[in-house]
């Protein structure tokens, strides 16, 4: 009498987990510089994929499913923590200011010197970096994931990663490199 | 293609890395870095950055608990959501497969079916009722003229008014004291004449004398004003009925045809009053509907009053 939509559903299941959790690596990465913390990184993209599951009959297949699934983490994010947004806070800009040029990024560098480096830069500036260097997103997908205007997206890109070369030059600098200076 | 600069180069460097420029683009990135070197240095940097950036977090990942975890949450979901889908369907599946099922509901659709008409026959009567009303002001007005006119017919005299006034007032209502003569054997006919209130009502006004009290039949127009709602609903010989009111110490009853409204009023208690108006008024509604070309009732059937008016409120 009525059509058996349980095979409908565990098709839909399968489409779904071979489309997107391929990108769990990649959304855990996002997470972890949001939470700082692995477990609340784990649980944010835990419920990243339940929200995109219960959304994913709006999806409309070959677009593009990473920045979608980016958009949602984004979202659930916010809505937990709606204090927390991510903003420009005057004295993280007065900080990418100060910096008059742009470091090389000396090439012999420890994971443990660049991770302390990427920590120590604030997250307004960490996000956009990692989404962009990290992941590839386009600016654009940075700005829409965010929701941010495109140019804030730019010009914490640039801070940011002024802050991190010359954070990594004083490495360099340490292990007896020489900086060729602006 | 527009020249490359170190300014063009910069906004371009992004692109570049993530191999997203054409391939005259990505050339001429190329030309100008060998040739311009803070341009070169910056591209290596940012190559560097990028590089030393996603070897640390390449190794980032996800545990294997949490990926197997995500996997098992996922399928209860999706099992969960087939099981509240597919629950309502399998209630109501199950509901037809009883044995008393189909008997039970062809009974139910019975019963829907008289209630809803029964419902629908009382909603549209009663609509009907409430359209057939007659308005508080025309039982104010028949009132008014029968305090105006009945004390002038006391007197000794018998005025009957000439044919051309009721010939210039309505036609029909000429000669009604003829239509009444069998129906007032032991009244007297004092008046028989056109009159009309200040706001124009007008009325074809017989007067008779029952005892020492006055009786006043009146015809007037059954126009817009004469109903309550304002509007004027058909009427078939099934619908009208009396309607009664009081006013101060008078009784009225009223009846309709088509195009007219015939009254009866007198200070006599209601249930008189009612009597004296079906004997009085129910001869001069049927001649009323013959001129009209309807069907006349020679007898008036009592048990269709759809509506008595008393204190201006429906009963």
């Known amino acids: 009498m009525f059509p058996d939509s349980a095979q409908n559903s565990k098709q839909r299941l399968q489409t779904f987990e071979a489309e997107a959790l391929g990108f769990t690596d990649q959304l855990y990465r996002v997470a972890l510089r949001l939470c700082r913390n692995r477990e609340k990184a784990e649980d944010l993209v835990q419920e990243t994929y339940l929200q995109a599951w219960r959304s994913f009959h709006r999806f409309e297949l070959g677009t593009n499913l990473r920045a979608w699934l980016y958009k949602i983490m984004f979202n659930v994010y916010y809505s937990g923590q709606r204090k927390d947004r991510l903003h420009l806070v005057p004295a993280e800009e007065t900080i990418a200011e100060t910096i008059a040029y742009d470091p090389p990024t000396p090439q012999h560098l420890t994971e443990e010197e660049v991770l302390a480096a990427l920590e120590r830069l604030p997250r307004d500036f960490q996000i956009p970096i990692m989404l962009a260097d990290v992941e590839e997103l386009s600016y654009r997908e940075i700005a829409d994931v965010m929701e941010i205007p495109i140019g804030t997206v730019m010009s914490r890109l640039h801070r940011g990663r002024k802050t991190l070369r010359a954070d990594l030059a004083k490495y360099a600098r340490t292990a007896g490199y020489k900086i060729e200076e602006k | ?315």
Request: charged share 25%; glycine share 4%.
């Open chain 2, 1 to 315: 293609m527009q020249k490359m600069d170190c300014r063009n180069f910069k906004e371009l460097l992004d692109s570049y890395l993530c191999q997203e420029l054409a391939v005259e683009t990505n050339h001429a990135m190329l030309s100008h870095a060998e040739h311009c070197s803070p341009c070169r240095i910056e591209l290596a940097s940012r190559r560097n950055l990028r590089q030393a950036l996603r070897r640390v977090c390449a190794e980032d990942r996800m545990s294997d608990d949490a990926c197997r975890r995500l996997r098992a949450l996922l399928q209860a979901e999706a099992a969960a959501q087939e099981t509240v889908k597919a629950g309502w369907k399998e209630r109501l599946g199950a509901m037809f497969k009883l044995p008393l099922a189909r008997p039970a509901m062809a009974m139910v659709a019975v019963l829907v079916l008289v209630v809803g008409g029964f419902a629908l026959f009382r909603w549209q009567n009663l609509n009907r009722v409430s359209a057939l009303q007659l308005s508080e002001e025309l039982m104010t007005d028949a009132a008014a003229d029968h305090n105006m006119c009945a004390p002038y017919a006391k007197g000794e005299t018998l005025h009957i008014s000439k044919p051309e006034t009721f010939m210039a007032f309505d036609e029909a209502c000429l000669g009604l004291e003829d239509v009444l003569k069998a129906k007032t054997v032991g009244m007297e006919l004092r008046s028989a004449h056109v009159c009309g209130l200040k706001d124009g009502r007008r009325f074809a006004h017989l007067i008779y004398k029952r005892d020492q009290e006055m009786v006043s039949l009146l015809v007037t127009p059954r126009d817009q004003q004469a109903m309550k709602l304002g509007q004027l609903p058909d009427l078939d010989t099934k619908d009208a009925g009396i309607q009664e009111t009081h006013r101060e110490e008078l009784s009225i009853g009223a009846y309709q045809t088509a195009k007219r409204v015939v009254l009866v009023v007198s200070r006599l208690p209601n249930e008189e009053n009612e009597k004296l108006a079906q004997t009085l008024a129910l001869p001069v509604v049927a001649h009323l509907r013959q001129i009209e070309g309807q069907r006349a009732f020679l007898q008036w059937p009592r048990t269709e009053v759809i509506a008595i008016v008393k204190g201006g409120e429906l009963k």
